[in-house]
């Protein structure tokens, strides 16, 4: 039972443009969710948070953007850069489970191309 | 610096043979977590611990055994009784309130 979903394996967008990287998940006792980014051969690393009660997070030319009657939430990188190239992960919690019980995505691919 | 340190980056073992997992952290965090990943998959969380001399199992605890004796350390023994051993193995940890962090994982084969 895949609570949170990645649809997409791989994304591929051209240098200085957009990257938009979606989630979906299932379970609505989720109120909380993390992007991480990773590289071949390292961990994860964590990017940007939100939580429920908001629609919106923004640092820098990361935003989060959450749609909670969806159950859907994006991660907008712009303008995106070959240092970008990594594989993303969305990763969501519930209270009631604390910052202890993530349940991941599978993961997105993103290739920038220069 | 402070950070997560996993050790070793790559690790072979004979199977039936136990291995053990180290996962040292300075950042002064309560939590610390292990996550297995598979090719394709996601992040699975393997055992999680809150606070020295406590922790609980995760989704995936079958043939994992851990300790917490000291807080800045939370090793994972994978046994003989986990059936499929191979995979890379990532430790995580936080505080109370933020979001985890990770270390840079072991890839553990079995022979």
């Known amino acids: 039972d895949q609570q949170v979903k990645q649809n997409s394996p791989s994304l591929s967008v051209q240098e200085g443009r957009i990257s938009i990287l979606n989630c979906d998940y299932t379970?609505?006792?989720?109120?909380?969710f993390l992007w991480y980014k990773k590289y071949p051969a390292e961990g994860p690393t964590f990017l940007i948070s939100?939580?429920?009660?908001?629609d919106k997070n923004e640092d820098g030319r990361f935003t989060v953007f959450l749609n909670k009657s969806a159950k859907h939430l994006s991660l907008h990188i712009v303008p995106s850069q070959p240092g970008d190239s990594a594989v993303y992960f969305c990763?969501?919690?519930?209270?009631?489970?604390?910052?202890?019980?993530?349940?991941f995505g599978t993961g997105t691919r993103l290739t920038i191309i220069p | 610096d402070g950070g997560i340190t996993q050790s070793p980056k790559y690790l072979f073992r004979k199977e039936g043979q136990n291995v053990t997992l180290s996962c040292e952290q300075n950042?002064?965090?309560?939590?610390m977590y292990w996550y297995r990943q598979d090719p394709g998959q996601g992040l699975r969380l393997i055992y999680y611990?809150?606070?020295?001399?406590?922790?609980q199992k995760g989704d995936i605890a079958e043939g994992y055994s851990v300790s917490r004796e000291k807080k800045e350390s939370f090793p994972l023994t994978v046994t003989s009784a986990q059936k499929n051993p191979t995979a890379f193995y990532l430790c995580?940890?936080?505080?109370?309130?933020?979001?985890?962090?990770f270390g840079d994982g072991t890839r553990l084969s079995i022979l």
């Open positions: 995580a940890s936080s505080t109370r309130s933020g979001p985890q962090h």
């Open positions: 379970n609505s006792m989720f109120d909380y």
């Open positions: 939100i939580s429920s009660i908001k």
């Open positions: 990763a969501a919690s519930a209270a009631n489970f604390g910052n202890e019980k993530l349940t």
């Open positions: 950042l002064n965090h309560d939590a």
């Open positions: 611990s809150q606070i020295v001399n406590d922790f």
